[in-house]
């Protein structure tokens, strides 16, 4: 019983929502025309610093067939990344550089690892070479969306902009902009990059991301919490993280009485980040900076078939103490991203709405949405809260076993789902089974 509580304690505050299956015909024949250029990759939940993740640096008990070692010569160290990344990197062999790769959220895992490992990490997956090129070489720019997980990464670029570098220059800290705006327009020639006025992309080259993810030889823009795409008379895509779908990351506003409600108005996507801040940034960053308690330990005990006796106790604790904080999830029946998403019906509707509002001011509009966060794959689904939305999730990179199913659009398994972008709009997922 203890055992099931902690599971269903932990999936409530880690991961949510989940999308299933699909229809390809939206797909069909329509990516090999000269005129349709590939132009961007979309991907998420990487989730590295996390145990089970898609890059590791010791693999995990039970699953040496799931992953791939790597000796990086120049460090003198061996890292592990999963079957499905070699046969992502694989498929990007065959292509030629496409210009942006698109990061949904959570690639880093600061809520259940300690920040300079996961980082340090990153940094070795992402510059070392790899079968003769290293990832970052296949993309010729990147734009960074923010998770959960990975949220401290937007608080600490904030602090640096804004706060930091004014201060070293004689200058007075300014308030956090706490979003960013950013439309990519695919057009008929080459794909432009919009951005508001924000100087966290003054020099998308000289930013510890662009350190991170390519030895700072690749501009990484940074966009919170949506970006959106514009591919054809005005239509478009909204792409986010999507862990403001659901409650769990919106407790400041909707869990506690005493916040404030959001108002729907202009800052609303600034309010929205502001009010939630403060619990995102204990849940997913602050605690599991703390201990190995808090952060591997306690995150990894769902995944292993007798959890210590200690985790088990922690978190019958939070739960019993914290409830607003650490629910329990009683439904043993795994929902379908659609059925999640219905369950929040109205929060989602307000979201799509201030989205679909705010791309209003710039002559655009959306009626495809592209989301990670729920580790599960959706391809062309709809739902009745918007049905001229077409969705679709990218899936996630955690404690993946591929070998369950025969089917790809499982709506109950978690599978990585990285998908190519062309530029008449048109969604591909990469890895199709």
């Known amino acids: 019983m203890k055992k099931h509580i902690l599971t269903c304690i932990l999936i409530s505050t880690l991961f949510f929502f989940t ?8 797909a069909e024949n329509r990516v090999d025309s000269e005129e349709n250029e590939l132009v961007a990759m979309f ?15 010791e693999i995990p008990a039970g699953s040496d067939d799931d992953y791939i070692g790597h000796y990086v010569e120049e460090l003198g160290t061996e890292i592990y990344y999963h079957t499905e990344v070699a046969n992502l990197l694989e498929e990007l062999e065959k292509r030629a550089t496409i210009p942006y790769l698109i990061i949904l959220g959570d690639v880093f895992d ?3 690892d300690e920040v300079s490992d996961a980082f340090n990490l990153s940094q070795i997956f992402f510059n070392s070479e790899i079968n003769g090129s290293t990832f970052m070489s296949h ?5 960074f969306v923010a998770g959960n997980h990975d949220h401290h990464v937007w608080i600490m670029l904030q602090e640096r902009y804004y706060i930091q570098n ?5 200058k007075e800290a300014n308030p956090f902009p706490q979003q960013v705006v950013g439309t990519l327009e695919l057009g008929e020639e ?6 508001d006025e924000n100087v966290i992309n003054n020099d998308p080259t000289d930013n510890f991301m662009s350190s991170i ?11 919170y919490p949506n970006l959106y795409i514009k591919y054809n008379d005005g239509n478009g895509i909204c792409a986010t993280h999507g862990h403001f779908f659901e409650k769990y990351w919106n407790k400041d506003t909707t869990l506690i009485e005493h916040f404030p409600k959001i108002p729907e108005d202009e800052d609303y996507f600034k309010n929205l980040q502001k009010y939630n801040a403060p619990f995102t940034e204990f849940a997913n960053y602050a605690i599991a900076q703390v201990s190995d308690v808090f952060a591997q330990g306690l995150a990894d005990a769902p995944f292993e078939e007798n959890p210590p006796e200690k985790f088990q106790r922690i978190g019958l604790y939070l739960a019993e103490n914290y409830s607003e904080f650490f629910p329990l999830a009683s439904s043993s029946v795994p929902l379908s991203n659609i059925q999640k998403l219905e369950n929040e019906a109205d929060k989602v509707a307000t979201y799509l709405k201030q989205a679909r509002k705010q791309m209003s001011e710039y ?4 009626d495809v949405l592209v989301y990670g966060h729920t580790h599960k794959p959706c391809y062309n689904q709809s739902t009745e809260i918007d049905p001229d939305i077409t969705i679709h999730n990218t899936g996630g990179w955690v404690n993946i076993n591929v070998k369950d199913t025969d089917d790809f659009n499982n709506s109950t398994l978690k599978k990585p789902n990285p998908m190519f972008l062309y530029t008449d709009g048109t969604i591909e997922k990469i890895l199709d089974r």
């Not at 080459?190 to 951005?195: A, D, E, M, R, Y």
């Not at 993810?213 to 966009?223: A, F, H, R, T």
Request: aromatic share 12%; charged share 10%.
């Open 19 to 26: 999308v299933n299956t699909a229809n390809e015909l939206w």
């Open 139 to 143: 993309f010729d720019n990147v734009i």
């Open 213 to 223: 993810l390519s030895n700072n030889s690749k501009p990484v823009y940074v966009i």
């Open 190 to 195: 080459q794909p432009s990059l919009w951005l």
């Open 110 to 112: 600061v809520a259940v």
């Open 166 to 170: 004014q201060l070293t220059e004689g």
């Open 43 to 57: 991907i998420s939940d990487f989730h590295i610093g996390e145990n089970y993740g898609a890059v590791v640096q």
């Open 363 to 366: 002559g655009l509009s959306f």
